[in-house]
Nanobody, 123 residues
Framework: QVQLVESGGGLVQPGGSLRLSCVAS????????MNWYRQAPGKERELVAT????????NLADSVKGRFTISRDNAKNTIYLQMNSLKPEDTATYYC????????????????WGQGTQVTVSS
């Protein structure tokens, strides 16, 4: 059974920090690029951060560059999103996503989602 379980969300003041975690199970974690998305009320889901299968390549949305960092620990089947200098506009539900790596085209294409963790930035 595939599972992506996010944790680490909560209420934080502007300028504060949070670290989100996503623990994966039920699939070959090392074959998947991993992503963090977020969705604020009334807005479309947006891609925040991406990390490739070895962790060698990461990409961040312009809105979070310089403040957020994505990382992964393949030994623990876990990815992280370190969020610093948080702003009220970062308030959203954050979702962990796994997609079959484009570097492994012989594998069936799969796309898995977690249930999300709420991040609220407010004073």
């Amino acid at each position: 059974q595939v599972q992506l379980v996010e944790s680490g969300g909560g209420l934080v003041q502007p300028g504060g920090s949070l670290r989100l975690s996503c623990v994966a199970s039920g699939f070959t974690f090392g074959s998947y690029d991993m992503n963090w998305y977020r969705q604020a009320p009334g807005k479309e889901r947006e891609l925040v951060a991406t990390i490739t299968i070895t962790g060698g390549t990461t990409n961040l949305a312009d809105s979070v560059k310089g403040r957020f960092t994505i990382s992964r620990d393949n030994a623990k089947n876990t990815i992280y999103l370190q969020m610093n200098s948080l702003k009220p506009e970062d308030t959203a539900t954050y979702y962990c996503n796994a997609k079959t790596s484009t570097r492994l085209p012989w594998l069936p294409s799969r796309d898995y989602w977690g249930q999300g963790t709420q991040v609220t930035v407010s004073s």
